[in-house]
């Protein structure tokens, strides 16, 4: 089974096994009733979600049958992840941050242009971070600069000084 990351175990919070967790995902996957993976000692560990909030930019989990700090301090620091099977299939045009990662970068005219690195939120919209150069280059990943995504690729509409 494949498994995808979003979010990491920041630390523990109080005495009842709270998780201050900081999600890597645009979707909902922190929620009462969810199922997360924690990788743990090069262990992919299946967990309940049975409490959640969100404040300040993080969640705050409680884990099925782990409502002591005892039961969770191993966590603290872990990433989580979701599996493959539990994974939302989207609409045509939507990708996950992870199809985007590692993609080549060419411009209109097939030029290199480098690898996305990482997507970075912004309230107006999502940006790639294009390494190209020894530098990182922020490119908006809304219709006006992206012309086509591939397999392997994305080919983006660069205008002067972009690169």
Do not use: A
């Amino acid at each position: 089974m494949k498994y995808y990351k979003c979010g990491h175990v920041m630390t523990t919070r109080g005495i009842k096994g709270e998780l201050k967790v900081k999600s890597y995902s645009d979707f909902d996957r922190f929620s009462q009733g969810n199922n997360i993976y924690i990788l743990h000692n090069g262990e992919y560990v299946l967990e309940r979600i049975i409490k959640s909030s969100f404040n300040s930019g993080y969640y705050y989990i409680t884990l099925e049958g782990k409502e002591d700090i005892n039961l969770v301090e191993k966590y603290h620091s872990n990433d989580i992840y979701v599996s493959e099977l539990e994974r939302e299939k989207l609409d045509e045009g939507e990708y996950y941050y992870s199809e985007l990662v590692g993609k080549k970068v060419l411009n209109q005219n097939g030029e290199d242009r480098g690898i996305v690195i990482e997507i970075r939120e912004f309230p107006k919209s999502d940006y790639l971070s294009i390494k190209y150069n020894g530098k990182m280059v922020l490119v908006p990943f809304i219709d006006e600069f992206i012309k086509e995504v591939t397999s392997d690729t994305i080919i983006v509409n660069e205008i002067e000084g972009l690169f």
